[in-house]
């Protein structure tokens, strides 16, 4: 009996129709093959009959032409075989040697003791309106309570294929974590136990962790109370006055509205009431924001921008996630490298309003030292390299010891450069990453929105109901006029 070899193949069923009394079977082909992922070798093959060990003699002369480099037993192939046999029966994609799967990694990663980061609002049992003084999220933590456990990545487990060649698994990373202030560190056998040192106000941003004290405002902030800088969090009983500062090193909680001001916060910003702003004014946060609106507001932050009812006129920049399934944005232009989930775009009065998803703000600004000094370390280099290659080339003569001086030099540069580009690279990848290209408008869309993607821009022209518009990596729109129910990513 012949087996014909296929190194690449992926397993083929053959067409045996059953419902026509017409149709014929289609003889199977014995053949030999590597599934696609050369984890398996597989057998085709018609009932082999009496001819059960002609069988096993070509499928083991086909496995030395494969390059097996080592053969299974013979009465395991046997036994193989034999089990799946049926009389009449064909032999159809039968695993005849299997690989090792390699088995994947998983970064590092946290697990917190509560849900301490719920998000909304308290809502009346009597009324169902929902009370914007009380947040759900409870963030108030005791002196030893524990908050967190961080896991170290798990670097995963290389496989092995048929032709015994290592697998190699996805690399893998642990969390960059920061540990702040007032954090006490138990170290277990698995993991770190993250505990509170004393009775504050928890901070989870731009992945540092800590417990702040915190500084209370009992009214308003403005002319006569003066500004505040304050390490830890602050909270105020009032609203923030134009021309105010706030400079926190832990959240902000305000109770009432913010004028124009400057904010400030290494945390989180919370206002129960809305945000106005002007062009002179900014609002810098290395956590996440929550509003009831933002108007004319100008906002950098690290996290989500999460608002109840709309963002007017505004320059939102974040690293998060816009979140406003209840609201609108009209106008200015937001840039949310997590995308952005808004329940309406534009106006009917065709405001201009820009929306760009998956575009992380500050790449320019963590690129930029790296570049400068490879620029600089690139310039040195080659000054070095043109004299060591004219004094090689016999061009030019200088002492044995300068030479040697200059070469390791030129080799401490080149080191260096390789890691500059290494550091670049790998900024750009986590910024890839973390990217999605993506915006979901729940309801409508009205002409004068504008998408902006990495590789492509377009308008819209006509009202529109429940858009759904994100790029694959190829840059190439995706759109489709989709329910409310907003898609996972």
């Known amino acids: 009996m012949d087996i014909e070899n296929d190194k690449s193949s992926e397993e083929k069923v053959p067409a045996t129709p059953e419902s026509s009394d017409q149709a014929e079977e289609i003889p199977l082909k014995t053949r030999l093959y590597v599934s696609s992922d050369k984890l398996a070798i597989l057998l085709d093959s018609p009932h082999p009959g009496d001819g059960l060990q002609g069988l096993l003699d070509d499928v083991e002369t086909r496995m030395k032409e494969l390059g097996l480099s080592e053969l299974p ?35 590092g990663w946290i697990e917190w003791e509560e849900d301490f980061f719920m998000t909304g609002f308290k809502v009346d049992d009597e009324s169902g309106r929902m009370d914007f003084w009380e947040r759900l999220e409870h963030l108030c933590v005791s002196e030893g309570q ?31 974590i920061t540990i702040g202030s007032n954090i006490e560190i138990t170290e277990e056998e698995e993991y770190r136990t993250c ?12 992945n540092t962790l800590a417990v702040d ?21 602050v909270m105020v009983e009032g609203d923030v006055k134009d021309g105010a500062t706030v400079d926190a090193g832990g959240d902000i909680i305000i109770s009432g509205l913010v004028e124009p001001s400057n904010i400030t916060s290494k945390g989180s910003l919370i206002v129960s009431g809305g945000i106005i702003g002007n062009e002179n004014h900014r609002i810098e946060l290395e956590g996440g924001l929550h509003a009831r609106y933002l108007t004319q507001a100008e906002v950098l932050s690290c996290e989500d921008v999460e608002v109840t009812r709309d963002i007017s006129q505004s320059n939102i920049r974040t690293l998060g996630q816009v979140i406003i399934p209840q609201g609108r944005i009209v106008g200015g232009e937001v840039t949310a490298n997590r995308g952005i989930q808004v329940g309406q775009a534009g106006s009917p009065g065709e405001t201009p309003t820009t929306l760009i998803p998956g575009t992380d703000y500050s790449l320019p600004g963590k690129l930029a030292e790296p570049r400068e000094r490879a620029k600089s370390v690139s310039t040195e280099f080659e000054k070095i390299k043109d004299i060591t290659d004219s004094v090689l080339q016999r061009k030019r003569m200088i002492a044995e010891s300068e030479f040697d001086k200059l070469m390791k030099q030129q080799k401490q540069l080149e080191k260096e450069l390789h890691a500059l580009h290494a550091t670049i690279m790998e900024i750009k990848r986590k910024s890839t990453k973390q990217a999605v290209r993506e915006v979901h408008v729940l309801k409508r869309t009205f002409p004068g929105v504008r998408f902006k993607f990495r590789k492509m821009e377009f308008s819209i022209d006509e009202l529109t109901e429940g858009l759904h518009v994100w790029t694959k990596d190829d840059g190439k729109k995706q759109e489709s006029q989709a329910s409310a129910e907003v898609k996972s990513k």
């Open 146 to 176: 524990v908050l967190a456990r961080v896991y170290p990545r798990f670097p995963g487990i290389p496989g092995i294929d048929v032709f015994g060649e290592a697998m190699s698994c996805e690399n893998t990373f642990d969390l960059e």
């Open 195 to 206: 505990s509170s040192g004393i009775d504050g106000r928890m901070r989870w941003a731009n």
């Open 213 to 233: 004290e915190v500084y209370r405002v009992h009214g308003d902030i403005r002319f006569g109370t003066g500004n505040v800088h304050y390490n830890g969090s």
């Open 73 to 107: 037993d013979r009465s395991v192939l046997e036994e193989r075989i034999s089990e799946k046999l049926e009389p009449d029966s064909q032999i159809i994609g039968l695993v005849m040697v299997e690989g090792v799967e390699p088995i994947q990694g998983k970064d």
